[in-house]
């Protein structure tokens, strides 16, 4: 992926096109990035898996929640300004993201836990996001839920999710169009695969079916 990404990168310098690859071609090479090459690449990786597997983990769990939920599908075929809420809520119960790792800089304590400076923590957005104490019945999936914009599904603090609005907006378009598309939306005959990967909630395999 390295070398198919520096490649892409000095094809972007002979040819800038509109893009965001164009934009990181490294000045040392004649672009306008201050960055390395290396810083160039690992930025380039960085973006693939930040903004494609997270979004594809939602679009597929949105899904299989809707799924097990046909009134909810119903009521978003009929109303999609529901849409964007549901999303949310989708988020927060399904959060693509687990939770990422953490080197404690200082001893804390949170909930009267002792962490020491220097340890190494999970923090578990998705546990976070069905926390009883934040979210009555946290457990349920409810997309007239008035505070689930609270959620942590893209982190919260400096390293808030940067992609966001853009996978928001993704998520909205593409349940827009699936849910008038295909009609009869329904499980296909193999059952479903969960990804075993520690840090996103998604599906190797969710197979769907739906009348032509
Ligand atoms: C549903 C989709 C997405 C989810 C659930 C998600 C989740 C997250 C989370 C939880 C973080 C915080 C990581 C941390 O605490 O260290 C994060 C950061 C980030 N996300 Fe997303 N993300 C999504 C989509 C995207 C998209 C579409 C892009 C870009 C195209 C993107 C780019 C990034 C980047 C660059 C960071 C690092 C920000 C920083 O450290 O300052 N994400 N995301």
């Not at 198919?4 to 090479?29: G, H, N, T």
């Not at 849409?83 to 001893?107: H, K, N």
């Amino acid at each position: 992926m390295q070398r198919y990404f520096q490649a892409q990168i000095e094809a972007r310098r002979a040819e800038p096109r509109e893009d965001l690859l164009s934009l990181l071609v490294p000045e040392e090479i004649g672009g306008s990035a201050a960055l390395s090459m290396q810083e160039a690449v690992c930025n380039a990786m960085d973006l693939l898996a930040a903004g494609h597997e997270t979004t594809t983990a939602l679009l597929a769990s949105g899904i299989d929640l809707l799924l097990a939920h046909p009134e909810v599908a119903e009521a978003l075929r009929g109303d999609p300004s529901l849409i964007p809420g549901a999303i949310d809520e989708m988020l927060r119960c399904e959060s693509p993201v687990r939770g990422f790792f953490r080197a404690v800089t200082a001893d804390a304590e949170v909930a009267g836990v002792r962490i020491p400076k220097g340890a190494r923590v999970y923090l578990l957005y998705a546990s976070g996001n069905r926390d009883e104490a934040e979210f009555a019945d946290g457990e349920r999936f409810d997309i007239h839920r008035r505070d689930t914009g609270k959620h942590l599904a893209f982190g919260k603090g400096i390293h808030f999710c940067v992609g966001s609005l853009l996978a928001r907006t993704e998520a909205k378009i593409a349940l827009e169009e699936l849910l008038e598309r295909l009609p009869g939306l329904r499980r296909g005959k193999d059952p479903a695969r969960r990804s075993p990967f520690i840090l996103m909630r998604a599906f190797d395999s969710l197979p769907i079916a739906w009348d032509a």
